[in-house]
């Protein structure tokens, strides 16, 4: 039964925030909807922090051609809604999330045939993968409204590259599928690497430290360096490294406070090279063992090439000459917000929290992906053109948006 529309964009809301909370979004991707009717449903407007949102930005949106009320342009994946909606004449609410395992899954272009007894009450036998396109694009919603016709009695669909659809009858059920959708996937993922490679226990130190072998690149380093996390503010910069902060000159890079540490010169480098005011090391595991690959990363998740880049380079680390690798990383980092240093993780660069939030959660999912999907044997890379088309939108409208407020 459809929601009187109050209560819909009040749970609209709660929706929102309770995603980004989970982790099951960052920043602003991902979308919610309700339905308020046979005709029309209530969704989670475009480019907006769900922290902030309130239900007065809940924008009504009609089901059959996605026309809208009011000047507040609603998310751009309206019509997957729409169709959701159209097809499933019980399902009341609808979430789009980029939850880490099912978006991993989802790059091998699998669906899972034969879901675990213990997630079958709530996801049905199977869950199918819709094809790729480009976010945001009919394409997308043409494709994923075939997926859900295809396959009527599932309420859990990924979007190869992109994430999942969870169509519930209710709030709560909505978010019950997203949670097992998650947990299953998680499952798929595990019970993939103890299949290739043979051994009884699953561990993820033992998935990274096989991946590397698997690539002939090792294991994992017993020491990485500290390469410190800084912010700008005009020509001096705070760095810490070790838990102790230095104020940096930027013309001479020198400690005004103190001595500088030896990566100062990395973030000097950065910093004239890049317009950003934060830079930050990442030195969670799969990064980590990305990291020791020695080479470029290319996205898996369309996320990821709009966040980060069209590909992250990975620059090799001379602990001895500094100079050469402040500039080789520097130069990496140009038109991206990412650099992996080989055997140390990446360093991020960005201009608030928000960009530095985002920039971590998905490059450790793509780190994640990069190395899930190879114990798969079934790699699959977002089209470079379209990784172009969609960098370029999120660095001149898109970024820009989530910060007006």
């Not at 309770?18 to 029309?40: C, F, H, M, P």
């Not at 090439?305 to 500039?327: H, M, N, S, Y």
Request: net charge negative; with cysteine.
């Amino acid at each position: 039964m459809a929601y009187e529309i109050e209560e819909a964009k009040k749970l609209v809301v709660e929706a929102g925030k309770k995603l980004v909370e989970t982790g099951l979004i960052a920043r602003t991707w991902g979308n919610v909807s309700a339905r308020i009717s046979d005709t029309q449903f209530v969704i989670t407007p475009s480019g907006r922090a769900y922290e902030d949102l309130t239900p007065e930005e809940i924008v009504v949106v009609n089901i059959e051609d996605c026309s809208y009320e009011g000047d507040i342009k609603p998310s751009s994946e309206k019509g997957v809604h729409a169709a959701a909606y159209r097809h499933h004449p019980t399902v009341d609410f609808v979430i789009h999330t980029h939850q880490k395992a099912a978006t991993i899954v989802s790059i091998t272009g699998m669906e899972i045939r034969n879901v675990y007894s213990e997630f079958k009450d709530v996801l049905g036998d199977k869950v199918p993968t819709a094809d790729y396109a480009m976010s945001t694009t009919n394409s997308l919603r043409k494709k994923v409204e075939m997926c859900i016709m295809m396959n009527p009695g599932c309420r859990a669909i990924m979007l190869m590259h992109h994430g999942a659809l969870c169509m519930g009858d209710t709030y709560e059920q909505a978010f019950e599928i997203a949670d097992a959708l998650e947990k299953c996937c998680e499952k798929v993922i595990k019970d993939n690497y103890l299949r290739h490679s043979w051994e009884k226990i699953y561990s993820e130190d033992g998935k990274r430290n096989y991946f590397l072998n698997k690539k002939s690149a090792g294991s994992m380093p017993d020491e990485i360096c500290d390469l410190g996390s800084s912010v700008r503010n005009g020509n001096i910069f705070t760095i810490t490294v070790g838990g102790e902060s230095v104020d940096v000159d930027m013309e001479t890079g020198l400690g005004i406070n103190g001595i500088a540490p030896k990566c100062a010169k990395i973030h000097k480098m950065i910093y004239l090279t890049q317009d950003c005011s934060m830079i930050k090391q990442l030195t969670s595991p799969d990064v980590i063992a990305v990291s020791c690959l020695g080479e470029t990363m290319l996205p898996m998740i369309d996320d990821f090439a709009q966040i980060v880049g069209l590909d992250v380079k990975c620059c090799p680390w001379i602990d001895g000459d500094t100079d050469f690798c402040a500039t080789e990383i520097a130069k990496a980092a140009v038109s991206r917000n990412a650099v992996l240093v080989q055997g140390n993780g990446a360093l991020i660069t960005g201009n608030n929290d928000g960009d530095m939030q985002a920039l971590e959660i998905i490059m450790d999912k793509g780190c994640a992906a990069v190395i899930d999907v190879d114990i798969f044997n079934r790699p699959h890379y977002v089209p470079k053109a379209e990784c172009f088309l969609m960098r370029t939108v999120y660095l001149a409208k898109y970024s820009k948006q989530i910060d007006k407020k």
